[in-house]
């Protein structure tokens, strides 16, 4: 999954596919906000058959609902980080890991201000729709495995983003 960050900026969220894809980003946005990963690449994690089985329960549909707005909401300022720094760096957008300083540290000054601004936005946006960061992490790693979950937040995605939705 290296250069998703790249690779995202060719989605349009309105349609099916988009809509899929964007699911996938959801793993990678948490990475940005500090915890998981980075902009271009997410460690792979695997759970358990139970593990797995158990989750489609664990998570309440508002969890899921507030996990798709934040999705939603930090997408765009995702967007917008990457092609500033990418004017910056040129094509090579630079791994980053939020919740580590030493990847931060490694970033010339402009890019490191904003990908820390970014990380900032989207630990506020977590927040902002009633989740913490580690839960947003969690239905993100979960989400990496389980058919069900992904489906689940899919389906708000397409809700959220229905004319009449809310």
């Given amino acids: 999954m290296t250069n ?3 690779n995202c900026l060719d989605l349009h969220v309105n349609s099916k596919r988009g809509q899929l894809i964007l699911v996938s980003v959801c793993s990678m946005i948490a990475a940005i906000a500090g915890i998981v990963p980075d902009l271009t690449t997410l460690p792979s994690t695997t759970l358990t058959p ?3 089985a158990q989750s489609r329960q664990e998570f309440s549909d508002g969890e899921i609902l507030n ?7 930090i997408e765009p300022k995702r967007q917008q980080t990457y092609d500033e720094i990418r004017q910056i ?3 090579s957008v630079p791994m980053v890991v939020c919740s580590e300083t030493r990847s931060l540290n490694r970033l010339k ?4 201000v904003l990908a820390t601004n970014y990380c ?9 729709n009633n989740l913490t960061v580690s839960r947003f992490n969690e239905i993100t790693r979960i989400q990496q495995t389980d ?5 689940r937040i899919q389906n708000a995605l397409r809700q959220l983003q229905q004319p009449s939705g809310n």
């Fill in 50 to 52: 139970v593990a797995s």
């Fill in 147 to 151: 058919a069900q979950l992904r489906s």
């Fill in 120 to 128: 900032s936005h989207a630990q506020k946006m977590i927040e902002d």
């Fill in 4 to 6: 998703f960050f790249r």
């Fill in 109 to 112: 000054q402009d890019v490191r």
């Fill in 67 to 73: 996990y798709a707005r934040a999705v939603l909401a």
């Fill in 89 to 91: 760096v040129g094509e």
